[in-house]
């Protein structure tokens, strides 16, 4: 498949006839991929084996080209369909700053106004799917739909209309909002229990701190369920009545003690009948710190509790209770904090800690606020965890993207992604091969595979963080696999038109460039012109040539069972076109032996054709003519060559007969004459 050029560099076959002259440079190479209007070049240069800039840009102008006939053929999909082409067209004009330009011009033309319009009608979907969802909170598919569309119109308008751009990102944050209110709502922290001396539990409340009953233990239950969103643990009157109730109680007892003092010194020096002591009071709030102490302990560590236990008693406490409270409550702040940010505790728990920090009235705002930020992010890795652990990947992707997209500060969710994303994509592939090929398979693709590979390829738009990831590499697999598709239903129709079979050919390869195969109709497209190849090279081996360089550099071509039959015809059309080359510069008896040599090379590697033909007639003619210049000269020498080369065994099968005899009668003269001397 290579031949060596006259400048001594070696080149592929395939691009031989293009490069014998210029050589293979890399300029040469660029201008050809910028410029060429031909997508049967740009296919040759995308098909380099090696990375290049030329290899790029063929990539690339061949995407575009092959998007602008997807949306062609725009009946036959939905509006979010086509704007997703039109995304893809802008994604790749935005590549590179020279695409810069192209761009703006491509938004110029008259595209500005129709991509806007489109974008208009998704978002009008979206909206509708949107309040189907609140009107039936259930209905996630729904929600989901909605999102999807969202996502792309942001994607798609951010340099074409802002005004829409903010009105979508409004509508995103409320339904986050919402979701995650109702996701608070369903967590609920109890109050913790007082532990007294005698090992009994006690719920006790400030409110009713003094009142116990005679054997020091009554308890007293309340409700501090922690609230969600703004609410606080206690209200502002709470507090306030419980310093009320506290004081009014704290007065009481000095009553009791100074009415003991008085009658103790009334009696003062009288003889009365001893009477048993009153159990000494079991004061609450000492109750409390200590129990916060065993919250604490790292043995029996649970900060939610000595938060809770300490907030509820430090309005009531007073001096150094109140201090002591007052460092409990912020040790208890300090190791929530660290907990909600643990990797390795489970989002479940990560969930409820920052939900009470956040709902805490007494925590300072900046941890508030921190807590805050952490909460949307860890409902959304919960709802993926959750859809995960059901084998719905889809829901997966989409609420770990959503975590990410509301800055889950955790390097897991990086991997969540990863692992969703590439689930996700595995399941489809298995789904897209089950109805590849089979009838109607175009409906089932449009509501099995499409939806899951829409989602993986608009990741990038829901948080531009993502496609920077390692590992993200299905984002751009799903992207050209969703082109693929369409690009099959481009090369079917193609292959029904007259006069549209090599785009036909080209459109199948490009699909399967993109990982898509319709084995059947490429296969028999393929062979079909590979059947003309065979026509044409009768009389046009340099047309024929072209057209199986083409068939040859394909994409997917394998798979049709005429490679190897277009690189055995490549072979034989290259090397008659080295030795045609070749002719056109003879100045030695070697230059014309090469030529007759290559021509004899293409015929027997199957070039049979009346072209290889007549053209060795041509120059084993001209060697024996030159031949006979040289014996007249008697320059024996010279002759013998050119008499010795026609006549050699291996050329018999390819030299005319008649021809060679001639060289072999002039041949035995030769050698006549060099025995007389």
């Given at each position: 498949m290579e031949w060596y050029a006259g400048n001594g560099e070696r080149y592929s076959s395939v691009f031989f006839n293009d490069y014998y002259d210029k050589g293979q440079s890399s300029d040469t190479l660029n201008n050809r991929?910028?410029?060429?209007?031909?997508?049967?070049?740009?296919?040759?240069?995308?098909?380099?084996?090696?990375?290049?800039?030329?290899?790029?840009?063929?990539?690339d102008r061949l995407t575009l080209d092959n998007l602008g006939e997807i949306l062609a053929n725009k009946e036959n999909y939905s509006n979010q369909s086509e704007l997703f082409y039109l995304r893809n067209q802008m994604n790749t004009l935005k590549k590179k700053d020279k695409t810069q330009q192209e761009l703006q011009a491509y938004l110029n033309e008259n595209?500005?106004?129709?991509?806007?319009?489109?974008?208009?009608?998704?978002?009008?979907?979206?909206?509708?799917?949107?309040?189907?969802?609140?009107?039936?909170?259930?209905?996630?598919?729904?929600?989901?739909?909605?999102?999807?569309?969202?996502?792309?119109?942001?994607?798609?308008?951010?340099?074409?209309?802002?005004?829409?751009?903010?009105?979508v990102n409004q509508r995103v944050e409320k339904i986050f909002y919402k979701l995650l209110q109702e996701e608070l709502k369903n967590i609920n922290i109890e109050t913790p229990l007082v532990t007294s001396k005698n090992d009994t539990k006690e719920?006790?409340?400030?409110?009713?701190?003094?009142?116990?009953?005679?054997?020091?233990?009554?308890?007293?239950?309340?409700?501090?369920?922690?609230?969600?969103?703004?609410?606080?643990?206690?209200?502002?009157?709470?507090?306030?009545?419980?310093?009320?109730?506290?004081?009014?109680?704290?007065?009481?007892?000095?009553?009791?003690?100074?009415?003991?003092?008085?009658?103790?010194?009334?009696?003062?020096?009288q003889m009365k009948p001893e009477k048993p002591e009153k159990p000494e009071k079991p004061n609450?709030?000492?109750?409390?710190?200590?129990?916060?102490?065993?919250?604490?302990?790292?043995?029996?560590?649970?900060?939610?509790?000595?938060?809770?236990?300490?907030n509820q008693w430090i309005d009531v406490a007073k001096d150094q209770p109140k201090e002591k409270?007052?460092?409990?409550?912020?040790?208890?702040?300090?190791?929530?904090?660290?907990?909600?940010?643990?990797?390795?505790?489970?989002?479940?728990d990560a969930l409820k800690k920052a939900n009470l920090l956040a709902s805490t009235a007494r925590v300072e705002q900046s941890v508030r606020d921190e807590a805050n930020k952490m909460l949307m992010p860890l409902m959304f890795e919960r709802k993926a965890n959750e859809a995960a652990n059901k084998g719905e990947y889809y829901t997966a992707v989409l609420n770990?993207?959503?975590?990410?997209?509301?800055?889950?500060?955790?390097?897991?969710?990086?991997?969540?992604?990863?692992?969703?994303?590439?689930?996700?994509?595995?399941?489809?592939?298995?789904?897209?091969?089950?109805?590849?090929?089979?009838?109607?398979?175009?409906?089932?693709?449009?509501?099995?595979?499409?939806?899951?590979?829409?989602?993986l390829a608009q990741l990038k738009d829901i948080d531009k963080t993502i496609e920077k990831i390692v590992g993200m590499s299905v984002i751009d697999n799903a992207s050209k696999k969703m082109e693929g598709i369409q690009l099959i239903e481009v090369a079917n129709t193609k292959a029904n038109q007259n006069g549209k079979l090599y785009e036909a050919l080209h459109?199948?390869?490009?699909?399967?460039?993109?990982?898509?195969?319709?084995?059947?109709?490429?296969?028999?497209?393929?062979?079909?012109?590979?059947?003309?190849?065979?026509?044409?090279?009768?009389?046009?081996?340099?047309?024929?040539?072209?057209?199986?360089?083409?068939?040859?550099?394909?994409?997917?071509?394998?798979?049709?069972?005429?490679?190897?039959?277009?690189?055995?015809?490549?072979?034989?059309?290259?090397?008659?076109?080295?030795?045609?080359?070749?002719?056109?510069?003879?100045?030695?008896?070697?230059?014309?032996?090469?030529?007759?040599?290559?021509?004899?090379?293409?015929?027997?590697?199957?070039?049979?054709?009346?072209p290889a033909k007549e053209f060795m007639k041509v120059v084993s003619e001209k060697m024996l003519q030159t031949g006979k210049g040289y014996l007249d000269k008697n320059d024996n020498n010279n002759a013998y060559k050119c008499f010795e080369f026609l006549t050699r065994p291996q050329y018999a099968t390819t030299i005319d007969g008649e021809l060679r005899q001639k060289a072999m009668e002039n041949l035995e003269k030769v050698k006549a004459m060099d025995a007389q001397k």
């Open positions: 991929a910028e410029y060429s209007k031909e997508n049967k070049e740009l296919t040759l240069i995308s098909q380099l084996n090696t990375s290049s800039n030329a290899k790029t840009i063929a990539d595209k500005k106004e129709y991509i806007q319009s489109v974008a208009k009608l998704v978002y009008d979907k979206a909206v509708q799917e949107e309040n189907v969802w609140l009107n039936n909170p259930n209905d996630i598919v729904s929600l989901e739909q909605s999102l999807s569309k969202y996502y792309l119109v942001t994607s798609v308008l951010e340099s074409v209309d802002p005004k829409l751009v903010e009105a719920n006790v409340n400030p409110e009713k701190a003094t009142a116990t009953s005679s054997n020091g233990g009554q308890a007293v239950k309340e409700d501090n369920t922690n609230k969600t969103g703004a609410s606080k643990i206690a209200s502002e009157k709470e507090q306030k009545d419980q310093l009320i109730e506290a004081n009014k109680n704290n007065k009481e007892n000095m009553k009791e003690v100074n009415h003991k003092d008085t009658n103790s010194n009334d009696t003062d020096g609450p709030i000492n109750q409390a710190i200590e129990q916060i102490e065993t919250y604490l302990n790292p043995e029996s560590l649970n900060y939610e509790n000595a938060l809770l236990l300490a409270l007052n460092q409990q409550f912020s040790i208890a702040v300090d190791g929530l904090r660290g907990q909600m940010k643990d990797p390795e505790l489970s989002v479940e770990i993207a959503n975590a990410i997209r509301t800055n889950h500060p955790l390097e897991r969710s990086r991997e969540q992604m990863v692992n969703y994303a590439n689930k996700l994509w595995e399941k489809t592939e298995v789904e897209w091969e089950q109805i590849n090929g089979t009838p109607d398979w175009q409906e089932k693709a449009e509501k099995t595979v499409l939806p899951s590979y829409t989602l459109y199948y390869g490009q699909a399967s460039y993109r990982g898509v195969n319709d084995k059947k109709g490429f296969s028999d497209v393929a062979n079909r012109v590979l059947k003309e190849g065979g026509k044409i090279e009768k009389s046009n081996y340099l047309s024929a040539l072209e057209i199986y360089q083409i068939l040859y550099k394909t994409p997917g071509i394998e798979m049709t069972g005429v490679k190897d039959k277009a690189k055995v015809a490549i072979e034989y059309l290259s090397t008659f076109d080295a030795a045609n080359k070749k002719a056109t510069r003879i100045n030695t008896i070697e230059d014309l032996a090469s030529v007759v040599e290559l021509t004899h090379q293409a015929m027997n590697l199957g070039y049979q054709q009346a």
